[in-house]
C-alpha cells in the first residue's frame, strides 16, 4: 500500500483549494456577476497543457487574512502556440484588490515579460489597493508600474476589463498597448470610495467611467460582448505579432473598381477598400468610435501581419482632425515597434481647418502623426485612393516619405490644397470681376473641372508624382509583390521605440 508523506500531502491540498472545484461560493459569486472565473479565463486564454502557474499557494501579508493565491493568477503558457505571459486579477479574493504580495508577484511576472521578452496579456478585474494590507503590511518599494512602463516597445502588452478596474488596475490598464473593455465594465483612476471622499459626491462605477465613455474617449480600443469575446479578441490581437500564417481566401477584387465614385464629393466606407483587399475575415479594427476621420486597423496580406491606416471619407470628409491624427500615430507607433509594415490608403482633401480645429491642437497633433511615420523603419506601402491634397497627402505617404510603393488608381486627384480652393487664390480677379452670381459659379465649375483633369491621375503619373497608376483590380496583388521582394526585418536586440500610452 503506498501512502503519501505529509509535507507532499499538504501541498497537494493546498495547491487544490486555489482552484475552482474547492471555492463554490467563490464560483458562484462570478456567476452573480455574469464573469467567469479567473481559472476559466486561463483554461480558454491559453492553449491546453501549457500553463504554469507561479505564486499559487501565496496569502495576503495581514495577519488573519487568506485568499486564493492572494487574488493574483499568473504564470507562462502558449497562446496560439505563441509563448507568453498572464496575470489575472481574481475579483472573488477581496473584490480582485492589489495587495503587498500580489504586488511582489506582479513585478515579478512583468520583469521574467522584460527579461524573455514575452507578450503579457493582462486580465484587470479590481478595486485598487486593499488598504489594510497595503498600509499595514507593505514594506520597501513597489516597482510594478515602473517595470510594466518599461515593457513598452519591448513586447505587445494586452489589458481585459471585464468589471471593474480602479486606481492601480486602471494605471496598467492604461499603459496596455492594446486594451478591451468588455460591455458592462468600468474603468477610472478612482472608485467610489475616493471619489466621494475627494468630491464629496457619491458615484457608481458606471458613472465613473463606464465602457461606453472609454470607447468614445478612444481609450478602449475595443469593447467586446462578454468574457468569451474578450478572451477571443486577446488572443486574435496577439496573433499579429506572431509568425505569419497560411493565406486565407481573397474576395473578388474586381470590386474594387466601382467602389470609389466618380462624382469626387460623393462618399464610401474605406472599411470596404480594407477587407477585399486583406485576407479574409483578418481584419482587426482598433478603436472604431474614436478618430472616425481614419480607420486603423491590423489585417493579413497572403498570411503576414499588415497594420492599416486609411482616410474615412465618411468623417470629414476623410480630413484628418486631432483625434484622428492621436490614434493613427499612436497605431504607427505600435507598428513599426513591432516590424509590421504600414499601408496607407489615402483619401483626404487635407488636415481639418477652422478655428474649432485649432482650438483641439490639431498643429501639435498632426505633428505627432508625422512624426511617428516619417521615424518608422518598416516598410509603407501608400495606395492613392482618390483625394491627395495638402499636408494631409504629405503624411498619408508621399514621396517624401519614401514608401516601399506608391500607387494610385484611376480615381486619384493630386494637389498641394484642394483644388476647388485653389481656384479661388489662382483665379480671384476673374471670379472677383463676375457680377452674376450664376455666372461666377458657372466659370467657377469650369476652372476647377480644368485643374482636375490637369493634376488627374494620369497626369500625375507622367509627372512621376506615383510609381504607378493601377487597375484597383491589381492593388493586392502588387502589394502581395512588393512584401515578398522586402527583405525580412533583422533580429531586435535593443528596442526600436516606446509606444506612447495614447
Not at 262 to 280: C, H, K
Amino acid at each position: 500500500m503506498n501512502t503519501v508523506r505529509s509535507d507532499l500531502a499538504a501541498v497537494r491540498a493546498a495547491q487544490a483549494a486555489r482552484l475552482d472545484a474547492q471555492r463554490p461560493a467563490a464560483v458562484e459569486r462570478q456567476r452573480k456577476r455574469g464573469r467567469w472565473t479567473v481559472r476559466e479565463v486561463v483554461d480558454v486564454l491559453v492553449d491546453a497543457q501549457s500553463f504554469v502557474e507561479y505564486g499559487g499557494l501565496a496569502q495576503p501579508a495581514t495577519e488573519g487574512m487568506t485568499g486564493a493565491a492572494d487574488g493574483l493568477v499568473m504564470g507562462t503558457g502558449r497562446i496560439g502556440g505563441q509563448p507568453a505571459d498572464v496575470v489575472l486579477y481574481d475579483y472573488t479574493v477581496y473584490a480582485g484588490t492589489q495587495s503587498a504580495i500580489n504586488h511582489m508577484k506582479m513585478t515579478r511576472m512583468f520583469e521574467h515579460a522584460l527579461r524573455f521578452r514575452l507578450p503579457l496579456v493582462c486580465w484587470l478585474d479590481g478595486g485598487g489597493a486593499r488598504p489594510h494590507d497595503m498600509l499595514l503590511a507593505a514594506r520597501g518599494k513597489t516597482p510594478t508600474f515602473v517595470v510594466f512602463a518599461r515593457l513598452s516597445g519591448w513586447v505587445p502588452t494586452i489589458g481585459v476589463v471585464p468589471g471593474v478596474a480602479f486606481a492601480g488596475q486602471a494605471n496598467l490598464a492604461g499603459l496596455c498597448d492594446f486594451l478591451i473593455g468588455v460591455r458592462g465594465s468600468a474603468l477610472g483612476l478612482a472608485g467610489p470610495p475616493l471619489v466621494e471622499a475627494a468630491l464629496g459626491v457619491k458615484y457608481s462605477p458606471q458613472e465613473i467611467g463606464a465602457a461606453e465613455v472609454h470607447e468614445a474617449s478612444g481609450v478602449y480600443d475595443i469593447v467586446a460582448d462578454d468574457d468569451a469575446h474578450a478572451v477571443a479578441l486577446a488572443q486574435r490581437y496577439l496573433a499579429y505579432f506572431g509568425p505569419a500564417q497560411a493565406c486565407t481566401a481573397a474576395r473578388d477584387q474586381s470590386v474594387l473598381r466601382d467602389l470609389v465614385p466618380e462624382n469626387s464629393r460623393q462618399s464610401y466606407d474605406v472599411r470596404t477598400v480594407i477587407d477585399i483587399l486583406a485576407d479574409e475575415d483578418s481584419v482587426l479594427e482598433l478603436k472604431p468610435a474614436f478618430g472616425g476621420c481614419v480607420v486603423t486597423a491590423l489585417m493579413r496580406l497572403g498570411g503576414r501581419s499588415v497594420g492599416v491606416i486609411a482616410n474615412q471619407p465618411l468623417v470629414l470628409a476623410g480630413a484628418i482632425d486631432s483625434d484622428g491624427s492621436v490614434k493613427a500615430a499612436r497605431f504607427a507607433s505600435i507598428c513599426d515597434a513591432f516590424d509590421i509594415p504600414l499601408l496607407l490608403l489615402c483619401d483626404t482633401p487635407g488636415l481639418m481647418v477652422g478655428p474649432d480645429a485649432e482650438k483641439t491642437g490639431l498643429v501639435r497633433h498632426s505633428a505627432r502623426l508625422l512624426t511617428a511615420i516619417a521615424n518608422a523603419t518598416v516598410p509603407l506601402l501608400t495606395v492613392v485612393l482618390r483625394k491627395a491634397y495638402g499636408l494631409g497627402y504629405y503624411i498619408m505617404g508621399s514621396q517624401p516619405l519614401d514608401p516601399a510603393i506608391l500607387l494610385a488608381w484611376p480615381s486619384a486627384e493630386y494637389g498641394g490644397m484642394g483644388l476647388e480652393g485653389a481656384v479661388n487664390i489662382i483665379y480671384r480677379r476673374e471670379l472677383d470681376a463676375m457680377t452674376d452670381p450664376d455666372e461666377r459659379a458657372r466659370l467657377h465649375a469650369r476652372l476647377t473641372a480644368e485643374l482636375k483633369e490637369e493634376h488627374s491621375a494620369v497626369i500625375a503619373g507622367s509627372r512621376f508624382t506615383y510609381d504607378d497608376v493601377i487597375d484597383p483590380a491589381h492593388t493586392r496583388e502588387l502589394l502581395l509583390r512588393t512584401l515578398e521582394s522586402l527583405p525580412p526585418p533583422a533580429p531586435r536586440t535593443t528596442r526600436k521605440r516606446l509606444v506612447e500610452p495614447f
